[in-house]
């Protein structure tokens, strides 16, 4: 994977995990804001209604005027507004926060307002509950305290259990404090407990409903939606990136399919498949090649063909007007040597194939390339006689004699240029070998007119010759020297052209890595 990719995916990812706890934590904030306005009004809605309720709360309930600031009076009195007022005609107790705390209001029937004041809601209005039961149960008789239970609890919205057995007591110390205040509040903040004792001994555990949770399942489920939400369209935009890459690939490749051979993609830096794209543009480049290269041939193979068959067939029409036995002969051997030559032909075309469309499958494997520079020496002296080819290795050269190549094809490209040395030299062909522990080399020189440098290049291309030639005397086809330099490509090696300053002919060289 590209580094500016991956560094680009993991600023984004590292801003959309940003993201996700920004906007989950204003969610939760926002429905937590809510929520706890909510439950505010929820908590304090029982008790406001018992006291809106009630004929005179100041009078049955005084110590709420000291302690919670009872009062009661008009909505121009406590200086409402208009949106207070309407929410209050509606039967809604109202909750808002003043200098000192929070301030509690609820309409009664007559038009007035109860309001009280409240520091800590939960353990105001728990308070207040509990001094209201109290002083409720205290005035009902014994016997009928189980009645007068279940008139109070659903309409202050608590639950009242009678501690009548001795594992439902709390602990000594709460139980300690209820005897000396007659109430007393313990629990945990989710659950609020107040153990009442009455007037006659009795113990009454009251229940308030379930304290404000910050942290509650709806509002964690809707943050895990949210975050997989936006993690969605973050991978959906992502995507969508890398998709648009794969398309521009794809059109490429549905023009190359079209025929449009000069098509190529875009890489883009720091794109996902900017690799992808490299690799196809060197595909691209591969396909072109090749196409061109079998156009070539194509165009060379029907040129070089036409003559041969031209003879062939001019050697036909003479045997059938042959006069004796000699000119028969003659025109047979005729035929014979140009059905030899198509057949080199057709070798050096298969050969050159192999190798320019992606090679044979080279078996490398170390050999003595001394050993093959004089077998090449040896074999053509004898088939050129009037060339004097001399080698010449050294001793080194002797002691690092192994490299890893594959014989037959090297052998092939030493004899493509020794005997292309001596089909142009004037009679002396010299074959130098050195190798050390890292490269080998092999320079083929003669003293033969030599090569011009601005026709360096071109000799190495298929078909090339620098005559013109398609004589039988001329020899060859063009494609020697491009078999030699394909089977160097496969060796990782490369072959080149120059001058030599011994014999002043051509000088050609080959150079591979010695071990592979």
């Known amino acids: 994977m590209p580094r500016t990719f991956s560094f680009k995916l993991f600023t984004r990812l590292v801003g959309?995990?940003?993201?996700?706890?920004?906007?989950?934590?204003?969610?939760?904030?926002?429905?937590?804001?809510?929520?706890?306005?909510?439950?505010?009004?929820?908590?304090?809605?029982?008790?406001?209604?018992?006291?809106?309720?009630?004929?005179?709360?100041?009078?049955?309930?005084?110590?709420?005027?000291?302690?919670?600031?009872?009062?009661?009076?008009?909505?121009?009195?406590l200086e409402l507004g208009s949106v207070a007022r309407e929410r209050l005609s509606y039967g809604q107790t109202l909750v808002k926060t003043g200098p000192v705390g929070l301030r509690l209001y609820k309409?009664?029937?007559?038009?007035?307002?109860?309001?009280?004041?409240?520091?800590?809601?939960?353990?105001?209005?728990?308070?207040?509950?509990?001094?209201?039961?109290?002083?409720h149960l205290n005035e009902e008789p014994s016997k009928e305290r189980d009645a007068a239970f279940d008139a109070f609890m659903q309409p202050l919205g608590v639950e009242l259990l009678p501690l009548t057995h001795e594992h439902q007591l709390?602990?000594?110390?709460?139980l300690e404090l209820a005897w000396e205040r007659s109430l007393v509040g313990y629990g945990n903040a989710g659950q609020g407990h107040v153990l009442l004792r009455l007037d006659d001994g009795t113990l009454v555990r009251?229940?308030?409903?379930?304290?404000?949770?910050?942290?509650?399942?709806?509002?964690?489920?809707?943050?895990?939606?949210?975050?997989?939400?936006?993690?969605?369209?973050?991978?959906?935009?992502l995507m969508r990136d890398v998709e648009h890459s794969l398309r521009s690939v794809e059109s490429v490749a549905v023009r190359i399919s079209r025929g449009d051979l000069e098509a190529r993609v875009e890489p883009g830096q720091g794109s996902l498949v900017s690799r992808l794209a490299r690799s196809f543009n060197g595909m691209a480049d591969q396909i072109q090649r090749l196409v061109a290269v079998q156009r070539e041939m194509i165009h060379a193979v029907s040129h070089e063909?036409?003559?041969?068959?031209?003879?062939?067939?001019?050697?036909?029409?003479?045997?059938?007007?042959?006069?004796?036995?000699?000119?028969?002969?003659?025109q047979l051997d005729g035929i014979d040597n140009d059905i030899q030559e198509l057949d080199e032909l057709i070798d050096e075309i298969l050969t050159y194939a192999r190798l320019e469309q992606g090679g044979p499958v080279f078996s490398l494997r170390p050999a003595n390339v001394p050993d093959i520079v004089r077998q090449v020496v040896s074999e053509q002296s004898v088939l050129h006689p009037s060339v004097t080819i001399e080698s010449v290795i050294s001793e080194h050269s002797e002691r690092c004699a192994d490299s890893d190549i594959e014989p037959r094809y090297m052998h092939r490209a030493i004899q493509n240029l020794v005997g292309n040395a001596c089909r142009?030299?004037?009679?002396?062909?010299?074959?130098?070998?050195?190798?050390?522990?890292?490269?080998?080399?092999?320079?083929?020189?003669?003293?033969?007119?030599?090569?011009?440098?601005?026709?360096?290049?071109?000799?190495?291309?298929?078909f090339s010759r620098l005559d013109d030639s398609r004589t039988r005397n001329s020899g060859g086809y063009g494609l020697g020297l491009s078999i030699v330099r394909r089977i160097l490509f496969w060796h990782g090696g490369q072959s080149f052209v120059g001058r030599s300053e011994e014999l002043g002919g051509a000088r050609f060289s080959l150079v591979w890595p010695r071990r592979q």
Not at 211 to 226: I, M, Q, S
Not at 432 to 459: A, F
């Open 107 to 135: 309409a009664r029937a007559d038009g007035s307002v109860v309001t009280l004041r409240s520091r800590n809601l939960y353990q105001d209005i728990a308070e207040a509950t509990a001094h209201v039961l109290l002083w």
């Open 170 to 174: 709390p602990e000594p110390e709460v």
């Open 16 to 77: 959309l995990v940003v993201l996700i706890a920004l906007v989950c934590s204003l969610m939760a904030w926002g429905l937590t804001a809510v929520r706890y306005q909510a439950w505010q009004t929820q908590i304090a809605h029982p008790l406001m209604t018992w006291l809106a309720e009630s004929p005179s709360p100041q009078h049955h309930y005084r110590w709420l005027a000291e302690y919670l600031d009872l009062q009661v009076g008009t909505a121009d009195e």
């Open 206 to 237: 009251m229940d308030m409903s379930a304290g404000f949770r910050t942290l509650a399942w709806p509002v964690l489920l809707l943050a895990l939606v949210l975050a997989g939400v936006i993690l969605l369209v973050a991978v959906r935009l």
């Open 424 to 462: 142009y030299a004037v009679g002396q062909v010299r074959v130098s070998c050195t190798l050390d522990e890292e490269n080998c080399r092999i320079d083929v020189e003669d003293d033969g007119p030599g090569i011009p440098e601005q026709e360096w290049e071109k000799v190495f291309s298929a």
């Open 305 to 330: 063909l036409r003559t041969p068959v031209a003879r062939i067939r001019f050697g036909v029409q003479m045997i059938e007007t042959a006069r004796d036995e000699q000119s028969l002969q003659r």
